[in-house]
């Protein structure tokens, strides 16, 4: 099997998305590291391959793609007989497809807006030395709880969000949903029970523990 190449840092939200996707498809890759404070993802050659001048880019022999969960699912559709079945198992139908595509969308159109502000808020402006907007913050806590009030409910019925099986819908929440952990916002998880169950299972597979320990690793110079 040919190794698939990765562009751009492990501590990105959207970079460490596609990891995850491949540790737990038990995948081969390269990451090549794409300097993000020197502008590398703004140089012609980058935006070759991710034309919007973002990370990550991705190449698989002669196929290069960008956007994270667009690249899950193809790694998901390529690899499908190897690792973890994030997409559906063999044969389960487009029911069991269908389920755990809306809890996709459901993290890409409603849990990331709010999440994603609240990640830049918490975790990178600090690090930028940007200040942080506290009524931003007050506006996406508030509508990340509604969110999650809508998932408590459905992880009443079932172990993860798109039925009894880990999924790549619920692999997309990781990287978020870390950097609220990480900066204090545990609790946003932690007030509704089930929700607080999904996350601690979510968050302490060895998939994602592989990505925290790459996250927590100096680029080599
Ligand atoms: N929807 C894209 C988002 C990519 C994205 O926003 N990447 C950020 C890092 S997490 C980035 O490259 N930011 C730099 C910029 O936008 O200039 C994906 O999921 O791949």
Known sequence: MATVTVYGPPLSTAVSRVLACLIEKDVDFKLVSVDMSKGQHKSPDFLKLQPFGQVPAFQDEHTSLFESRAICRYICDKYADRGQSLLGRKGGGPVERARIEQWLEAEGQSFNPPSSTLVFQLAFAPRMGLPQDPAAIELNEGKL???????????????????????????????NGHYLTVAGKGEIFASRKNVARWWEEISTRPS?????????????S
Request: hydrophobic share 40%.
């Open 145 to 175: 709880g509604k969110v999650l009030d809508v998932y408590d409910r459905r992880l009443e019925e079932s172990r993860f969000l798109a039925g009894d099986e880990f999924s790549l819908a619920d692999l997309s929440h990781l990287p």
């Open 208 to 220: 994602w523990k592989k990505v925290v320990e790459m996250q927590n690793t100096p680029p080599a």
